[in-house]
């Protein structure tokens, strides 16, 4: 199946600090990619989508000032977590589908610890 | 509106039991139903790909059905085993769009 890949899979920052999560599509070309919060024993909560080349739409409650998307290329999208507080602690997970957009193949994970 | 509901929330089961989920649907129109599997502090991973048109499709001990008059589908998963222990999420795309479910968390205990 096609790979997903997000970078860092863990990382520790300093609130206030801003932290960039990588979301690469390794062998398709992306048009869309999904990024999903989880915290613990919780379900995925989508947070925003986005589409190549236009900008990401955010779910009702999203700050798009703070989780700042973009999806530049067809293989690349990333999520930045800024001025970022322990809150924002949390699993974070993107997801892309290709031009048939009938399957999302998922990326293995941010964990973003804030403190 | 288009909903994704899982039953249960959660179950534990013992070791070498079979266990089955729930996964109902009001998406439409609707394009395709998969299963996720995803172990904690990991990324889903997909079991299963379920069509409009296949009511039965298997993955090992994984066993996912589809009856898409009544809009549901189930997991079955057979002789469960410890690593069984996971989130299994129910996502159904349609209309270009995702739908996920709340999930089900199992664990398979020995």
């Known amino acids: 199946g096609a790979v997903v890949s997000q970078h860092p899979s863990r990382v520790i920052c300093k609130s206030g600090t801003s932290v960039k999560i990588e979301c690469r599509s390794l062998?398709?070309?992306?048009?869309?990619m999904f990024w999903y919060r989880q915290f613990p024993k919780q379900s995925l909560m989508l947070m925003a989508t986005?589409?190549?080349?236009?900008?990401?739409?955010?779910e009702q409650g999203v700050e798009k000032d703070k989780f700042l998307i973009n999806h530049a290329s067809l293989t690349l999208s990333t999520l930045t977590v800024t001025s970022a507080h322990p809150e924002d602690s949390s699993f974070y997970i993107c997801?892309?589908?290709?031009?048939?957009?009938?399957?999302?193949?998922f990326g293995q994970g941010t964990r973003l610890t804030v403190v | 509106k288009n909903q994704v509901e899982q039953s249960p929330q959660s179950l534990i089961i013992l070791e070498g039991k079979n266990c089955t989920l729930q996964?109902?649907?009001?998406?439409?129109?609707?394009?395709?139903l998969r299963w996720y599997k995803q172990d904690t502090g990991r990324g889903p991973v997909s079991l299963t790909i379920?069509?409009?048109?296949?009511n039965t499709k298997s993955n090992g001990r994984y066993t996912a059905t589809l009856d898409a008059d009544t809009k549901q589908s189930s997991l079955h998963i057979t002789a469960s085993q410890l690593s069984d222990s996971a989130s299994y999420i129910c996502?159904?795309?349609?209309?270009?769009?995702?739908?996920f479910g709340t999930g089900t968390s199992l664990t398979v205990i020995p």
């Open positions: 997801s892309a589908a290709g031009t048939a957009n009938t399957e999302a193949f």
């Open positions: 062998d398709f070309q992306a048009t869309t």
């Open positions: 986005s589409n190549e080349g236009s900008k990401a739409t955010y």
């Open positions: 996964c109902n649907y009001t998406v439409s129109p609707f394009s395709n």
């Open positions: 379920m069509t409009f048109s296949e």
């Open positions: 996502v159904v795309n349609g209309g270009n769009q995702f739908y």
